[in-house]
Every structure is written in structure tokens, then in C-alpha cells.
């Protein structure tokens, strides 16, 4: 065995001297661009970005489905709920930016409002097919869009507020 080992070590070429000068930096250099490579996506970003992704698809599902319902009923409809929906997303994105664990309990809140307001519209929706007077349903069904938004844009106004606390209100020049 003992002659296994020092033919091994005679008939190889072992590296013995030293290395470079910079060997070290240069190791740490290439260590530490491989740690940046493989930095992890945090859970909190990917769970807000499937809280966006949810509620988005959940608010625009609802509306595919039920707005063939409507606007064959009151085809004048159709283009204010548009713009309401893609308002209504656009500002659902925008508070999705703020989710943290600070925030939670007021975006929860404000979507539960959204979600009862959602709730009162498919009653609007029934009346409408029932109740003969559209225009006093119409006028309902816009009001309780444009109440979402006061919802989404007074939570807005609220999360910058958290997120910056010394900020003051341009429009109305005065603190929440």
C-alpha cells in the first residue's frame, strides 16, 4: 500500500507555491457577484404581487360575466362602467404598492367596504331587470361606483399619509 501511495505522489504534478498576490480579493470579488445573482425573491413581494394579481382578476371576472347582463338591459351603460372598472383597478394596483404589515388592517377594511358596495350592486343589477324605473337604478349603480372610488382614493390618501406622516394634504391644506 505505502508503494501505491508514493508512486501517487511521484507521478503527479501537485501546484505547491503560493498563490498571487490578490488571490483573496479576487475570490471574495466573484463570491460575492454569485451571492447577489441568487438573492431570493422576498414572500412579501410575491405574496402582494398575487394579492394585485387576485383581486385584479376577481374585480375584472365579476365584471366580463355580468356586464353582458347589463348592458343588453341599458346598452348606455356600458362605457361608465368601463371607465369606473379600469378606474377601480388602476387604484387597487396603486394600494397593493402600500400592503405591508402595517397597512394590512386598513386595506382589509376598505376592500371589505368594497366588497359589501359590490354585494348592494348585484341587488341594483336584480332591480334593474325586475323594477321597471331604470333610471333610478342607473343613477344607484353609478353612485355606488363612484362611492368604491372615494373608498380607494380616501385609503390612497391614508397609506401616503402613513408612509410619510409629516406630508400635508395640497388640496386641502391640512393634515389627516
Not at 501546484?15 to 475570490?27: K, L, T, V, W
Not at 371576472?61 to 383597478?89: C, D, L, R
Not at 404598492?97 to 386595506?107: A, G, H, L, V
Amino acid at each position: 500500500m505505502k508503494d501505491k501511495f508514493d508512486d501517487f505522489f511521484l507521478n503527479n504534478d501537485f501546484d505547491i507555491n503560493e498563490p498571487h498576490s490578490g488571490h483573496e480579493d479576487r475570490f471574495l470579488r466573484k463570491l460575492s457577484r454569485q451571492q447577489k445573482s441568487r438573492r431570493r425573491i422576498s414572500w412579501t413581494w410575491m405574496s402582494a404581487a398575487a394579492s394585485i394579481l387576485l383581486l385584479v382578476s376577481f374585480f375584472l371576472g365579476k365584471y366580463t360575466t355580468q356586464e353582458n347582463q347589463v348592458h343588453s338591459i341599458f346598452p348606455e351603460m356600458a362605457e361608465t362602467e368601463t371607465f369606473f372598472v379600469n378606474t377601480i383597478a388602476q387604484e387597487l394596483t396603486e394600494i397593493e404598492k402600500y400592503r405591508n404589515i402595517e397597512t394590512e388592517s386598513i386595506i382589509e377594511d376598505a376592500l371589505d367596504q368594497i366588497e359589501e358596495l359590490e354585494d348592494q350592486f348585484q341587488n341594483f343589477k336584480k332591480d334593474l331587470k325586475v323594477i321597471g324605473n331604470e333610471k333610478q337604478v342607473i343613477k344607484r349603480m353609478i353612485n355606488n361606483y363612484q362611492q368604491r372610488l372615494q373608498i380607494l382614493e380616501h385609503l390612497l390618501f391614508q397609506l401616503e399619509y402613513i408612509k410619510n406622516p409629516n406630508k400635508q394634504n395640497d388640496n386641502n391644506n391640512e393634515f389627516i
